[in-house]
């Protein structure tokens, strides 16, 4: 009896074992690789692996050449393998191309069997992201990549976040690095606000306009930095961008949120605000209309002055200018908190309003920015702006970014009505700049906003296809008053961008806040090891392993 039950235990105990070694080989489900943000479908076609050689072959077409030397240079950060070209006329380890098959440019189709690998995409860009899942499959499986098949494709076309060296200076290598890390998960687009109370941020040669750098750059910078980025540095970011398929969408904030450019040329703001400067009774009753560099956060109530044509003519000096430098075909005019109080003193607006027949200054807003979207439509750009619910009209094709927490819905069905085009950047989801829990750096009056709050968002509402036509995709916010170093922004900007990504890219049915935790915290851990101090949200994902 006694040897029985040893022999009964004996059983167990190996099928138990044996139950266990299969379990522990058992590939990772498919639905559970740590891949961000979430494909479109995934699926195992076999149980093979294809090893990965220490030194692998790429074969990649000419137009591919970018691309390949991506590739190449993941291949030897992630598994330390060097890759060369393959022989003319064969298949590389990894073969790359691109597929008139895949209608969308930037999708594309990852397929691994046991005899290599195949990345192709709709253009370029489609193959630089099927790369990027590459590399994530890498974190996991190392060289060892199973059979699998991955076909994706980006449900928006606009996958952003926004930078803003304008409050605090952020040297250029800095926003390369965060281009790159950027990139990694499919965003696409930098929105780089380059000019506020804070600081005009980018050169302009015209010599008109010297003060701009020697003046308006030279505060809320590092030390021993210029404070302003050259012409020559935004080109070479601009180019570094575009081999990561990111565009750099400029952004000069005007009417309000332009110290940067007035104190440096007291004449742009409105004769009003300069009575007020030299009046101590009218300054103490207006004290945000103190002409001063702001070095802290707020909303300054000096405008640029709509009611003079020197005002325009600064405009378009300096946008021929930026216009040249950066080649994306849109232009951010910022727009967003401009209050008019010194418009509704300023002789020269009222007596402007006047001859415009314009009834307040809410249609000089308008009018303000309409004069600005054709100068730039001439120059072949379309103007982007904050959209903002008192204007009472924005010019016909613009593009509104709705930041307002609680007005998205709103702003949709007025771009609907009125034929301008969305990107969601809701404060209630996407306000990377917010605290992501307890105990973060609070400033004050930001709301909270958990990594899950950031999840649960969709950029299309719940609507039906054709109301979703007016919404480009969606932007997280890096506003950065508080935020002096790119860790601090990274910090911010990890894990949550993860998610807001996932929201840009991935359809909503392929997407679930339980199944994205087990996803992404194999990545939130990669980007902590390799230096981006993304904060590890334990109460989420438990104790960092
Ligand atoms: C509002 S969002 C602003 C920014 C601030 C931000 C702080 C927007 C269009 N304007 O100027 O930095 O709040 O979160």
């Not at 974190?139 to 990549?145: C, D, G, H, I, R």
């Not at 926003?175 to 890390?181: D, S």
């Not at 232009?331 to 307040?360: R, V």
């Not at 950065?480 to 840009?504: C, M, S, W």
């Amino acid at each position: 009896m006694h040897k029985r039950i040893k022999k009964l235990f004996a059983f167990f105990a190996a099928f138990v074992c044996f139950a266990a070694g299969t379990f522990a080989a058992a590939p990772v489900p498919a639905e559970e690789l740590p891949l961000v943000p979430a494909p479109k479908a995934v699926q195992r076609t076999g149980t093979a692996v294809f090893k990965l050689p220490a030194s692998a072959t790429i074969s990649a077409p000419k137009t591919l050449a970018n691309e390949a030397a991506v590739l190449k240079t993941i291949l030897k950060k992630r598994l330390n393998v060097s890759a060369a070209p393959a022989a003319a006329g064969t298949r590389g380890a990894v073969a790359l191309s691109v597929s008139s098959k895949i209608k969308n440019p930037e999708g594309y189709e990852l397929k691994i069997t046991k005899s290599g690998i195949s990345i192709a995409g709709g253009s370029p860009a489609g193959v630089y992201y099927g790369i990027r899942t590459l590399e994530q499959l890498f974190v996991s499986e190392k060289k060892n990549l199973p059979e699998l098949k991955i076909s994706d494709e980006p449900r928006f076309g606009y996958r952003g976040l926004m930078m803003d060296p304008a409050r605090n200076f952020l040297p250029i290598e800095d926003v390369k690095r965060f281009v790159e890390t950027m990139a990694a998960f499919k965003f696409n687009t930098l929105h780089f606000h380059v000019s506020d109370d804070q600081g005009w941020r980018v050169e302009i040669k015209n010599p008109k306009y010297k003060k701009l750098m020697t003046v308006g750059a030279q505060k809320n910078k590092p030390s021993g930095t210029r404070g302003y980025y050259t012409q020559k540095e935004i080109r070479e970011l601009v180019e570094f961008a575009k081999k990561h398929h990111v565009e750099i969408i400029p952004e000069i904030d005007m009417p309000g949120h332009n110290m940067g450019a007035i104190f440096s040329y007291p004449e742009l703001t409105c004769e009003y605000v300069r009575r007020v400067n030299a009046d101590p009774a009218l300054l103490r009753a207006n004290p945000k209309m103190k002409l001063e560099i702001w070095d802290k956060a707020g909303v300054s109530e000096a405008l640029l002055c709509a009611g003079k044509d020197s005002t325009y003519a600064f405009f378009n000096d300096v946008i021929s200018e930026l216009c040249k430098l950066f080649p994306s075909k849109r232009f951010h005019l910022g727009g967003d908190e401009a209050p008019a109080k010194c418009w509704d003193q300023c002789k020269d607006c009222l007596a402007f309003m006047k001859k415009k027949g314009l009834k307040n200054s809410q249609e000089l807003m308008a009018y303000f920015f309409q004069k600005n979207f054709d100068a730039l439509e001439k120059a072949g750009k379309t103007a982007l702006y904050w959209y903002e619910l008192d204007v009472p009209k924005y010019p016909k094709n613009a593009i509104m970014y709705s930041w307002r927490m609680g007005y998205t819905q709103q702003a949709i069905d007025r771009a609907r009505r009125e034929g301008y085009k969305v990107i969601c950047c809701p404060g209630e989801y996407a306000y990377l700049d917010y605290p992501q829990i307890a105990g973060d750096p609070n400033h004050g009056w930001m709301p909270l906003t958990t990594l899950a709050r950031t999840y649960e968002f969709d950029p299309g509402y719940g609507r039906p296809a054709e109301e979703q036509e007016a919404i480009l995709g969606c932007e997280g916010t890096l506003w950065a008053e508080h935020l002096n170093t790119l860790d601090k922004i990274y910090y911010q900007a990890f894990p949550r961008a993860l998610a807001l990504v996932e929201a840009g890219w991935t359809p909503m049915d392929r997407r679930s806040w339980e199944n994205f935790k087990v996803r992404a915290a194999p990545v939130v851990r990669d980007l902590r090891k390799n230096g981006v101090p993304a904060r590890w949200p334990s109460e989420e994902f438990g104790k960092e392993k």
